[in-house]
């Protein structure tokens, strides 16, 4: 595998369902993130793992909980969601260097979420 | 609010012509700038970074940056039907998600390459 996978790459779920997106990049990079894409909004990022400090968004719902292990797996999972919900959910790495200057992000796939 | 603006589109330009995206952002103190290109149903891939104002041309894209009036653009010279697809403006903003600042992404303009 190379580059940002994730699985799985759709998920149906019903609102009480507990599920977990996966992410993996195989890039060697020390930062992760979770967006969120939904249709004719821009991304959204939703939670940041980077330099081993977990940076929240404070609009992202508690139903939305990431999890990073280490630097190479991200998770975020999802319990009680709502329709609204129903979006492209985007992983990405990167590497963090100087201060101030964000590096290039790449891109995994995706995960298709619908919520019924 | 820090904001990058991106004109939604569509942009329809004829194949072979130059196809000019433009993109504003709110944060003067941003220092990172990225294109990245969408097809439909696919995740978003990098095409150009720039990090310093004037110029930076690769292959048949040319990026550019003018902080002074917080403002880059991507030409697509010799513009071909596969360069279809939604392109995103990605400005960082500091003090956001973090101490090197992250991404903040514009909704993209919609960009149709016609045969």
């Known amino acids: 595998e190379t580059g940002v996978t994730q699985t799985p790459r759709h998920l149906v779920m019903g609102m009480t369902n507990k599920k977990s997106l996966k992410c993996e990049q195989h890039?060697?990079?020390?930062?992760m993130y979770w967006y969120k894409q939904s249709a004719k909004k821009p991304l959204e990022l939703m939670f940041v793992y980077s330099l081993e400090e977990r940076v929240e968004n404070n609009s992202v719902p508690s139903r939305f909980s990431p999890e990073c292990p280490n630097s190479s797996h991200l998770f975020l999972h999802l319990h009680t969601l709502q329709p609204e919900d129903s979006a492209l959910y985007l992983c990405?790495?990167?590497?963090?260097?100087?201060?101030?200057?964000?590096?290039?992000?790449?891109f995994g796939p995706g995960t298709r979420l619908t919520v019924l | 609010q820090k904001e990058v603006e991106q004109n939604s589109g569509p942009l329809s330009v004829p194949e072979g012509a130059i196809a000019s995206l433009n993109c504003t952002y709110s944060d003067r103190g941003s220092q990172s700038f990225f294109w990245y290109r969408q097809y439909s149903g696919k995740s978003p891939e990098l095409i150009m970074s720039i990090y310093s104002n004037g110029d930076k041309e690769d292959g048949r894209f040319t990026a550019q940056l003018n902080k002074a009036s917080q403002y880059v653009s991507l030409l697509i010279r010799d513009s071909q039907p596969s360069d279809s697809a939604t392109y995103l403006c990605a400005v960082n903003m500091s003090g956001y998600g973090g101490s090197q600042g992250n991404l903040i992404f514009g909704k993209g303009t919609k960009l149709s390459v016609k045969p």
């Open positions: 890039l060697g990079h020390n930062a």
């Open positions: 990405a790495s990167s590497q963090e260097k100087l201060a101030g200057y964000t590096d290039t992000q790449y």
